[in-house]
């Protein structure tokens, strides 16, 4: 039997199960579709802290900055067999393990201010972000004037008023960071210690008492000690299946690939720093702002739109136009540049754009790591790291009341 | 605002051709589309402007046929606005009214964007080849059946070549009876499956059969040799194919003893698949074609007797309802021409005639399909260093260890080894690496359809011209504020 059960196989369930072997419990991963079939293979891979206010959740992002770094240079990821290797990351030419085995790269952020209200705004927000947090790192940025944008980005727009560098910024490829903790947790901690089951459904929960002693399945019981809830936008649901209350509810976003581009055009991160005038919105409608960046295998990835629209994914032309033109205006030379393909993936989010972390008091025994919406990816390590201290009842680096899985009960009806 | 056409028709195969000529001669306003310089299709893809096959009948194995479609073509021109050179990137279609926007690509180099709008939508986008692979599959003078096909109608370069045609199902005689007449020399026909495959079946006793026995005759006559259950498993060759290994197969395609061929051409064809991408974007309904007792489908558009699919006010017809060849694809292509044209309210006439022969013709194409299924054996005839998707250069080897990463379908298959994610979008490999995902070994045997919210490659300046705040296409504005933080 299994100390933990973790339900989603997404980057989130991956790096719970990771931490939680590490901490040297026994845990089976279990995910109705492949590995990363969810959101997780549907997003960006950024690992940002330019774009939090100080606040819980920069704390966590600041920590998971930390622990991705120390994931990829501890080759945690990589496995112990070793591709054929070449030019490009996942195929024949790639440095097949560059960044960990799931293409880590701490290449940086560049947010830039198109007006000078938007740039006082930015430095102002660089400079909160700069005096520290809780969890006692911090964020480091170096303000840019105007013209030393292009010592950056050389192709960037003319006319914009400076900017903010974020060498922390970095990225990941989504789904080979999951694919990957959960082989690497394996290979590491012991093939019986990390286990992946795909292709098998969690219908309900197995109780004694109130107690939750583990989940039935398609395939059927598993029973554990301990069950985590990291099924990302379904998370809901299978908190439902408990008879527990966590509001996860999906948000769309569309993201555009352009064909390989035979020279890098784009060396970092780059969006603009519209967003940090405006307050967090609860607006369903459409919001674009578009964060540009190259992949090492030579696209250019532009996402990504926020809309509330349910689980809907038919295309709507004026949200990859808002995306498009956004990215045009920043890098001009991107408009003879062809998109071969959109995709769009439902980020996991909660009423007041938290993650749901920790323990439910309401059925015990029952973990939740969902809810992460736009920023699953970067926050992966940290909600791991933290539920393992918890499921193994160590005190946690952070504090995790911001997160608590009850702290919806007011608002229901 | 009022759509511009009644009827839009995307494809000018036999299918939405005749489509477009029947709505046109019922009094609707149409306009068809296509992506080709010329209308035609796969079928009846045309000579470049000006040449002049010394014998036509060679090319086209029923000229009959040519002439007809040919004539439609010229019917259509003086009723419908026809926009060849056009690639169609995206189409949607409005809730509240059911207006369709096609959204298109003109020009090569200067690409110009260009919407049309209609009532009624016709997807007629036909089908491509499937290729399965093997070692050597990337080798220049390795060509797809249809690869092979537009080689002998464009540009008859074929003369003196040693051509080795493999692979399964009836296309493989056109194939081969066009090259040997255009003076190549065939060496041999392989089809995978059992050569008798196409007799033995009660349907295929009558009917077509008759049509395939001709090609029979005529490959003999340029002494052929037409043999079964054997397939090319390996190309060989440094800069170029110099020659061949041939396999005899068993019942599951499992190699047994082979030989090699000395050969300049390859050409291979394992079957079709529909080209459904603006369907699926549509959100129309789909179902497996089955390839018969074991064998894998894809997935294709699901009709009715009308040739109406599941999205109201649009229609589909010819291969992106099944595999099925010319003429049945012109029968869907009426039918689907009628429906649209009664659906607004013009009189149309029944033709029951008609639908019996689509019918009829349907569950022919219907038999001939599930006598040809591919059989999982052609994994066998894999390395592990052989390319499996070239457009990222992604070998076998590393399928089976996103396999064994934990994908168990196409798409994260593709998220781990980037099988498919290059610039064909996984139209060449899809097919093959759903296969070696897994996917095809459930109950029902035929793997999902891939989601392409882009059917064509399209420019981000062209792009940008949609957005709602953009003037023009190309200098968009700046990026407008976002009230709540970058995208993440
Ligand atoms: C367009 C877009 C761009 C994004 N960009 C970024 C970015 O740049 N940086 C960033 O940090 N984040 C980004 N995100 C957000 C990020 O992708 C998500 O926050 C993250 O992937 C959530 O991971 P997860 O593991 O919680 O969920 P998922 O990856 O969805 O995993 C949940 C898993 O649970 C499984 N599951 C559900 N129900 C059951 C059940 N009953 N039984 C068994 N299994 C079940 C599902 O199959 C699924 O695999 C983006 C998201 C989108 C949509
Ligand atoms: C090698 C080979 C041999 C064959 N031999 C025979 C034979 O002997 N007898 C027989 O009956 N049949 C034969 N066929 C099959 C025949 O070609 C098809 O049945 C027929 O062409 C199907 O007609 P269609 O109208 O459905 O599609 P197609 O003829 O394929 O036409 C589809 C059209 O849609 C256009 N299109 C697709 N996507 C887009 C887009 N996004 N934007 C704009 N335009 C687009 C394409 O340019 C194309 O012109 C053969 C096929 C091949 C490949």
């Not at chain 1, 590490?22 to 995910?31: E, I, P, S």
């Not at chain 1, 600041?62 to 195929?91: K, M, Q, T, V, Y």
């Not at chain 2, 926009?83 to 690409?111: I, M, N, S, Y």
């Amino acid at each position: 039997m299994p100390d933990v059960v973790v339900i989603g196989a997404g980057i989130v369930g991956a790096a719970c199960a990771y931490y939680a072997a590490r901490a040297g419990l026994d845990v089976a991963v279990v995910d109705r579709g492949p590995v990363a079939g969810g959101t997780t293979g549907a997003g960006e891979g950024n690992i940002l802290v330019s774009d939090k206010e100080p606040g819980p959740e920069l704390g966590l992002a600041l920590l998971s900055n930390r622990l991705w770094r120390e994931l990829a240079a501890s080759g945690d990821g990589e496995g112990a067999r070793r591709a054929p290797g070449g030019a490009r990351p996942g195929g024949l030419r790639g440095p097949a393990r560059a960044g960990g085995g799931f293409e880590f790269e701490a290449k940086g952020g560049l947010v830039v201010a198109e007006t000078a209200q938007a740039m006082e705004a930015l430095a102002g927000l660089a400079a909160r972000q700069g005096a520290g947090s809780a969890s006692g790192g911090a964020v480091e940025s170096t303000v840019v004037a105007p013209d030393r944008l292009r010592d950056y980005e050389p192709h960037l727009a003319g006319g914009l008023a400076g900017g903010v560098f974020y060498p922390q910024d970095a990225q990941v490829q989504p789904a080979l960071a999951a694919a990957r903790l959960i082989r690497g947790g394996a290979e590491r901690f012991g093939r019986s210690a990390l286990t992946l089951r795909t292709g098998v459904t969690v219908t309900g929960f197995t109780r004694d008492g109130g107690r939750v002693t583990g989940v039935r399945t398609d395939r059927g019981d598993i029973p554990a000690g301990a069950v985590v809830n990291a099924a990302g936008t379904w998370g809901g649901e299978v908190a439902a299946l408990a008879g527990t209350h966590v509001p996860v509810l999906p948000r769309r976003g569309f993201i555009l690939v352009t064909e390989p581009l035979e020279k890098p055009l784009i060396r970092h991160k780059v969006y603009t720093a519209a967003y940090v005038t405006a307050v967090a919105s609860d607006s369903a409608g459409l919001e674009t702002s578009a964060v540009v960046e190259g992949t090492p295998a030579g696209p250019v990835l532009i996402g990504a739109s926020r809309e509330r629209a349910g689980f809907d994914r038919t295309v709507p032309p004026a949200v990859l136009g808002r995306l498009a033109a956004q990215a045009v205006a920043l890098f001009p030379a991107l408009a003879r540049r062809r998109v071969i393909r959109a995709y769009c993936g439902f980020r996991p989010y909660c009423p007041d754009h938290l993650p749901v972390i920790g323990e439910d008091p309401r059925a015990p025994g029952l973990y939740h790591a969902c809810g992460h919406e736009g920023a699953g990816i970067g926050l992966a390590p940290a909600t791991g790291h933290l539920l393992a201290q918890a499921l193994t009842g160590l005190r946690t680096d952070l504090d995790l009341t911001p997160f608590r899985p009850d702290r919806f009960e007011g608002e229901r009806r | 605002m009022t759509p511009e056409y009644d009827l839009a028709v995307i494809g000018g195969g036999p299918a939405g051709v005749a489509g477009a000529l029947t709505a046109s001669l019922a009094g609707l306003a149409v306009v068809l589309v296509d992506a080709a310089p010329r209308l035609g299709g796969q079928y009846f893809r045309r000579l470049p402007a000006g040449f002049r096959a010394a014998r036509p009948g060679a090319l086209h194995h029923a000229p009959g046929g040519l002439d007809r479609f040919t004539r439609q073509c010229e019917g259509l021109a003086a009723r419908a606005d026809v926009l060849t050179g056009h690639r169609v990137w995206t189409a949607g279609r409005e809730e509240a009214d059911g207006t369709v926007t096609v959204r298109c690509l003109e020009g090569d180099r200067e690409e110009r964007p260009r919407t049309v709008t209609a009532r009624r939508l016709l997807i007629a986008t036909g089908a491509y080849d499937l290729p399965l692979p093997f070692p050597g599959w990337d080798l220049p003078g390795v060509l797809t059946a249809g690869g092979a096909q537009a080689l002998l109608k464009g540009d008859l370069v074929v003369a003196g070549r040693r051509v080795v045609v493999a692979g399964t199902g009836p296309f493989l005689l056109p194939v081969a009876a066009g090259l040997a007449a255009a003076g190549a020399h065939v060496l041999g026909v392989h089809e995978a499956a059992g050569r008798f495959g196409l007799a033995r079946h009660p349907l295929l006793a009558a009917g077509k059969a008759g049509e395939a026995l001709g090609y029979g005759l005529r490959l003999a006559r340029h002494r052929v040799p037409y043999r079964g259950r054997q397939a090319v498993i390996e190309a060989h060759g440094e800069h170029g194919l110099t020659h061949v290994t041939i396999a005899d197969l068993d019942h599951d395609w499992r190699p047994l003893a082979t030989r090699t061929v000395a050969c300049d051409t390859l050409a291979t064809g394992y079957g079709f698949v529909p080209r459904i991408d603006l369907a699926v974007q549509l959100g129309c309904a789909l179902r497996g074609d089955h390839g018969g007792q074991g064998g894998h489908g894809s997935p294709v558009v699901a009709v009715d007797a009308g040739m109406r699919t599941s999205v109201p006010g649009v229609y589909a017809a010819g291969e992106t309802t099944g595999v099925g060849g010319a003429v049945l694809a012109e029968a869907e292509g009426r039918l689907a021409g009628r429906s649209a044209a009664a659906d607004l309210g013009r009189r149309v006439p029944p033709d029951p005639a008609l639908s019996r022969r689509r019918d009829r013709l349907a569950a022919f194409a219907r038999a001939l399909r599930e006598s040809y299924p591919v059989r999982p054996g052609w994994q066998e005839w894999l390395r592990d260093e052989t390319p499996v998707c070239r457009c990222e250069e992604v070998p076998l080897a590393a399928v089976r260890e996103a396999r064994a990463l934990g994908a168990s379908d196409a798409r994260s298959v593709k998220l781990l080894s980037r099988a498919g994610m290059g610039w064909c979008q996984g139209r060449m490999c899809g097919y093959a690496v759903s296969c070696l995902a897994g996917e095809a070994d459930g109950p029902g045997g035929s793997p999902p359809a891939p989601r392409r919210t882009i059917a064509q490659p399209v420019r981000l300046g062209d792009l940008a011209g949609l957005a709602p705040d953009s003037p023009a296409g190309g200098s968009a504005p700046p990026a407008s504020p976002s009230p709540e933080g970058p995208p993440r």
